[in-house]
T-cell receptor, first 116, second 115 residues
């Protein structure tokens, strides 16, 4: 059964550094998402991406964040200048179809980001 | 925006007992309600979902009920087993509306099943 994959599994960085988190969604999916989960808290929506553009973003997703689908398979989340409070588990998710039907979102294993 | 409240935050049961987790949502436009199970250090896994055009859905030992009028939905696990121990998240989504299906999650319930 196809799964969403993410790399790296754990990223440690210094405050102020840029990080890029990578995801490979399920191949026939068209809708892509990033969520984050601070330790012990709920999963929070960051951004959705469809047709090569951001379709919706949350208040968390400020100018320090960007997403890109550089080729036909990868989906990346970039944090330009990391802050301590960016430390969290970041999950990528993908869905086959949503606008005219319900969507089941499948999550990747996550990247644990630690900002020192 | 949507707000999802989930209760209880922790639930401890004996093996074989039933477990019930409840969620309420605020946005009447939400029409898709999935439940995810997350084991320690692992990804959230979809275990069951319900759409707003049905009131109940069952899959073996797991069932979900939806009351659109009251804006609440519940997860029922019967004949619990130790491997059911995990964190369970409910979520709500306005799939097909102006939102591109973003999920709004509840706070999670830590379910512990004692052998």
């Amino acid at each position: 059964e196809p799964e969403v994959t993410q790399t790296p599994s754990h990223q440690v960085t210094q405050m102020g550094q840029e990080v890029i988190l990578r995801c490979v969604p399920i191949s026939n999916h068209l809708y892509f998402y990033w969520y984050r989960q601070i330790l012990g808290q709920k999963v929070e929506f960051l951004v959705s991406f469809y047709n090569n553009e951001i379709s919706e973003k949350s208040e968390i997703f400020d100018d320090q964040f960007s997403v890109e689908r550089p080729d036909g398979s990868n989906f990346t989340l970039k944090i330009r200048s990391t802050k301590l409070e960016d430390s969290a588990m970041y999950f990528c998710a993908s869905a086959r179809k949503t606008r005219s039907s319900y969507n089941e979102q499948f999550f990747g294993p996550g990247t644990r980001l630690t900002v020192l | 925006g949507e707000n999802v409240e989930q209760h209880p935050s922790t639930l401890s049961v004996q093996e074989g007992d039933s477990a019930v987790i409840k969620c309420t949502y605020s946005d009447s436009a939400s029409n898709y309600f999935p439940w995810y199970k997350q084991e320690l250090g692992k990804r959230p896994q979809l275990i069951i979902d319900i759409r707003s055009n049905v009131g109940e859905k069952k899959d073996q030992r797991i069932a979900v009920t939806l009351n659109k009028t009251a804006k609440h939905f519940s997860l029922h696990i019967t004949e619990t087993q130790p491997e059911d121990s995990a964190v369970y998240f409910c979520a709500a989504s306005d799939a097909g509306g102006t939102s591109y299906g973003k999920l709004t999650f509840g706070q999670g319930t830590i379910l512990t099943v004692h052998p």
